[in-house]
């Protein structure tokens, strides 16, 4: 992959490019209303530092410390775009996988927990029947 960092610089400045769009559309729709809510803060935030860093400070080639970090957060900006999902009657079936989806994740951890127990208690087993077998060098 020779040009594997061609292509995801190009992938960072497209989506830099559409996550400041989507920013100043909200502003020119909300006005000063979009900053009363914290998210939104904190959206606007990560965006403009994230646009920063790939705009103006990659292209001077000046390092400002690892703000890199902030492009995780850039994935919380998704995750609000799950309660689309919700509203979305459409959605109904896909909101009732995501339901079952979450609501199995404590027998999923219980069962897990089952398992480790279960081979932890198999591997001591063979341990305790084997280890006579391994000792003994003339066999």
């Known amino acids: 992959w020779g040009s594997a960092e061609q292509v995801f610089k190009a992938f960072e400045i497209g989506f830099g490019i559409i ?3 989507e920013f100043l559309l909200n502003v020119y729709a909300f006005r000063w209303n979009y900053f009363t809510n914290v998210l939104n803060v ?3 935030a990560i965006v403009l530092l994230t646009s920063l860093e790939t705009f103006v400070l990659q292209m001077l080639s000046h390092t400002f410390g690892n703000i890199s970090f902030l492009r995780v957060l850039r ?4 995750t609000r775009a799950l309660k689309i999902v919700r ?3 459409m ?9 079952t989806v979450a609501f199995s994740v404590g027998s999923f951890f219980w069962s897990m927990l089952l ?3 279960l081979m932890l ?3 001591i087993f063979l341990c305790q029947m084997l280890h006579d077998f391994v000792i003994d060098e003339g066999a």
């Open 75 to 78: 994935l919380a900006k998704f």
């Open 87 to 89: 509203t979305m009657t």
């Open 115 to 117: 398992m480790f127990f």
């Open 42 to 44: 904190v959206d606007s």
């Open 91 to 99: 959605f109904s079936k896909l909101r009732i996988l995501l339901q």
């Open 121 to 123: 208690m198999g591997t």
């Open 19 to 21: 996550f400041i769009l």
